[in-house]
């Protein structure tokens, strides 16, 4: 099997009615996947507490809460 891009693993739990909630929102906008539904969920939760994240439009297998450190940030060890 190959490598994971997304090594890292969070586990919630949800009553029906949450899990609902985000099936329905996840079908409405044709997401491939729960966990595409729910990172996307997350980001959008984050932005709209002032956090800056990565840009809208990006290909489904890319939906991620942050983007990726710049190059410069990389190099030193930093993250801004």
């Known amino acids: 099997m190959g490598e994971l891009t997304r090594p890292e693993r969070l586990q919630i739990m949800l009553t029906a009615e949450e899990l609902a909630a985000v099936d329905d929102w996840r079908f409405a906008r044709r997401m491939p996947s729960r966990a595409a539904a729910v990172r996307d969920l997350l980001r959008r939760g ?24 710049p190059d410069s940030a990389q190099e030193d060890g930093r993250r801004d």
């Open 46 to 69: 984050l932005a709209a507490e002032g956090i800056d994240l990565a840009a809208p439009g990006r290909a489904s297998r890319n939906f991620g809460v942050i983007d990726e450190a």
